[in-house]
């Protein structure tokens, strides 16, 4: 006998599993589908925009060349001061005796606590700054302590050199041309003229440069010192002309040489010779730190602006309305904002209103006209060709004009509300806006990143 079968029993278990799981796969689809709003905390920051170029020292300053061939033997320091007429060095034609620091009587010299501190800040400096590229450091150091042990210095030296002379030596003295600062680091490029640099200026490939050093030999017609005879001095780098056009009506330009910490103001002026342009640099005070120097690296500050520090991509352009302000009235109360508009029935009404940012109409680029200040408001606060009433006269405005301005989401409250921002600063990554200002974003506000894919009002979970 056959059975008969029994119809098939709908568990409800299942029913509400299926429904959950495809519940579940829909939600996941839509959050993987849907843009999602990344917060960002807005915090204090800077910008400092600047560049760095290779630069030529132009100076007034002085060859001194020898007369004739010999050794020279200086009788001041270098980077010292000298006046008209004084005794730099003496030529003499044999060289003087300087011991060796190796010798047994250096050996057994007994040092001041002056001359050791002056050994071993050489020392210390020398392995500071120790580079395998510049080995010329090390004769440097010989020389500092060579000085400190007093077989090298001017007056030990000038003892020899006027024994000699008096002595009835061949010995030639070479005086000081005029005031000025002696220099023993002579180079292809002294007395360099501003009008005479050019591109080729910059190619240290050709470019030579020597320290003279006590009893150096030397022949007729080499320079033997530099006299430096301005405090004034200048640093001339090439520009193309997309920068010089963008600088040309700088004067004054911050900047901060070599490894400075601190940073010196100099006048700026864009040259055109020679066939390119060039920035000119021109500096009153520090002129001794260079002296020695005739390319220097020049770092110029051009932008340093703080304020608040947001991502390019948290800014957006945004239509608002345009009205003037003394239109929006404010209900001493209750502190409420709000306009007279006229309804349909040609009655005047009060609308509250959130203000977005109130401005003096000459900050606007091409409204440097009437001076008024503008209000300006979201859309939808007041729907154009509304006619707008003053309350303490017969004066009306009909809403038409819109503008877009520059502004922010803030997400603080958990929807998107459009933010008025200043733009002071930028470069390829951030903005700077102005910070403390009555509309404006404040530290540590909570901004939407991507403000492109947001519209005003919008949940932001």
Same mark, same amino acid.
């Given at each position: 006998?056959?059975?008969?079968?029994?119809?098939?029993?709908?568990?409800?278990?299942?029913?509400?599993?299926?429904?959950?799981?495809?519940?579940?796969?829909?939600?996941?689809?839509?959050?993987?589908?849907?843009?999602?709003?990344?917060?960002?905390?807005? %915090?204090?920051?800077?910008?400092?925009?600047?560049?760095?170029?290779?630069?030529?020292?132009?100076?007034?300053? %002085?060859?001194?060349?020898?007369?004739?061939?010999?050794?020279?033997?200086?009788?001041?320091?270098?980077?010292?001061?000298?006046?008209?007429? =004084?005794?730099?060095?003496?030529?003499?034609?044999?060289?003087?005796?300087?011991?060796?620091?190796?010798?047994?009587?250096?050996?057994?010299?007994?040092?001041?606590?002056?001359?050791?501190?002056?050994?071993?800040?050489?020392?210390?400096?020398?392995?500071?700054?120790?580079?395998?590229?510049?080995?010329?450091?090390?004769?440097?150091?010989?020389?500092?302590?060579?000085?400190?042990?007093?077989?090298?210095?001017?007056?030990?030296?000038?003892?020899?050199?006027?024994?000699?002379?008096?002595?009835?030596?061949?010995?030639?003295?070479?005086?000081?041309?005029?005031?000025?600062?002696?220099?023993?680091?002579?180079?292809?490029?002294?007395?360099?003229?501003?009008?005479?640099?050019?591109?080729?200026?910059?190619?240290?490939?050709?470019?030579?440069?020597?320290?003279?050093? =006590?009893?150096?030999?030397?022949?007729?017609?080499?320079?033997?010192?530099?006299?430096? &005879?301005?405090?004034?001095?200048?640093?001339?780098?090439?520009?193309?002309?997309?920068?010089?056009?963008?600088?040309?009506?700088?004067?004054?330009?911050?900047?901060?040489?070599?490894?400075?910490?601190?940073?010196?103001?100099?006048?700026?002026?864009?040259?055109?010779?020679?066939?390119?342009?060039?920035?000119?640099?021109?500096?009153?005070?520090?002129?001794?730190?260079?002296?020695?120097?005739?390319?220097?690296?020049?770092?110029?500050?051009?932008?340093?602006?703080?304020?608040?520090?947001?991502?390019?991509?948290?800014?957006?352009?945004?239509?608002?309305?345009?009205?003037?302000?003394?239109?929006?009235?404010?209900?001493?109360?209750?502190?409420?904002?709000?306009?007279?508009?006229?309804?349909?029935?040609?009655? &005047?009404?009060?609308?509250?209103?959130?203000?977005?940012?109130?401005?003096?109409?000459?900050? =606007?680029?091409?409204?440097?006209?009437?001076?008024?200040?503008?209000?300006?408001?979201?859309?939808?606060?007041?729907?154009?060709?509304?006619?707008?009433?003053?309350? %303490?006269?017969?004066?009306?405005?009909?809403?038409? =004009?819109?503008?877009?301005?520059?502004?922010?989401?803030?997400?603080?409250?958990?929807?998107?509300?459009?933010?008025?921002?200043?733009?002071?600063?930028?470069?390829?990554?951030?903005?700077?806006?102005?910070?403390? &200002?009555?509309?404006?974003?404040? &530290?540590?506000?909570?901004?939407?990143?991507?403000?492109?894919?947001?519209?005003?009002?919008?949940?932001?979970?």
């Amino acid at each position: 006998m056959r059975k008969k079968r029994k119809k098939g029993v709908i568990n409800i278990g299942t029913v509400l599993f299926s429904a959950v799981l495809i519940y579940l796969i829909i939600a996941f689809v839509l959050f993987l589908t849907k843009s999602h709003v990344s917060p960002y905390e807005i %915090t204090e920051g800077s910008i400092v925009e600047d560049s760095v170029y290779t630069g030529v020292i132009v100076r007034s300053e %002085t060859e001194v060349k020898a007369n004739r061939k010999g050794y020279v033997n200086y009788y001041v320091e270098d980077n010292s001061k000298a006046g008209y007429g =004084q005794p730099v060095c003496a030529l003499s034609g044999e060289e003087l005796s300087v011991p060796d620091i190796s010798s047994e009587n250096a050996a057994t010299k007994k040092l001041s606590s002056s001359q050791e501190s002056v050994m071993l800040s050489g020392i210390q400096h020398y392995v500071a700054s120790f580079s395998p590229d510049h080995y010329d450091a090390l004769y440097d150091l010989h020389n500092e302590i060579d000085t400190a042990y007093g077989f090298n210095s001017t007056d030990y030296l000038a003892d020899q050199i006027d024994e000699l002379a008096d002595e009835g030596g061949d010995v030639d003295y070479v005086e000081a041309p005029s005031d000025g600062l002696i220099v023993f680091t002579v180079d292809s490029l002294d007395g360099l003229k501003s009008e005479d640099v050019s591109d080729k200026t910059f190619n240290q490939d050709q470019f030579k440069e020597r320290v003279i050093r =006590q009893g150096s030999k030397v022949k007729k017609d080499e320079n033997i010192f530099r006299l430096i &005879t301005d405090e004034k001095w200048s640093v001339l780098f090439p520009l193309t002309r997309k920068n010089a056009d963008k600088m040309k009506k700088v004067s004054m330009i911050e900047t901060r040489i070599g490894n400075m910490q601190s940073t010196i103001w100099a006048d700026f002026e864009v040259l055109k010779q020679s066939g390119g342009y060039f920035g000119k640099l021109t500096y009153h005070s520090d002129m001794l730190q260079f002296a020695a120097s005739r390319f220097v690296s020049v770092e110029l500050i051009l932008q340093n602006v703080s304020g608040l520090k947001i991502p390019r991509s948290a800014l957006v352009k945004r239509d608002v309305i345009e009205i003037p302000a003394d239109f929006i009235m404010t209900d001493t109360n209750t502190g409420d904002i709000y306009v007279l508009i006229e309804d349909e029935q040609g009655d &005047t009404v009060s609308r509250k209103i959130d203000v977005f940012c109130v401005l003096d109409q000459e900050t =606007q680029s091409g409204q440097n006209q009437t001076g008024k200040r503008m209000c300006y408001l979201k859309q939808g606060q007041v729907e154009k060709d509304s006619i707008l009433h003053k309350e %303490t006269s017969n004066d009306i405005y009909v809403v038409s =004009q819109t503008t877009k301005m520059d502004g922010v989401y803030n997400i603080n409250k958990g929807y998107a509300s459009f933010q008025y921002a200043n733009v002071i600063a930028s470069n390829k990554l951030y903005y700077i806006i102005e910070a403390n &200002t009555p509309y404006g974003p404040s &530290t540590y506000d909570h901004i939407a990143l991507n403000a492109d894919e947001l519209e005003e009002n919008r949940v932001v979970h």
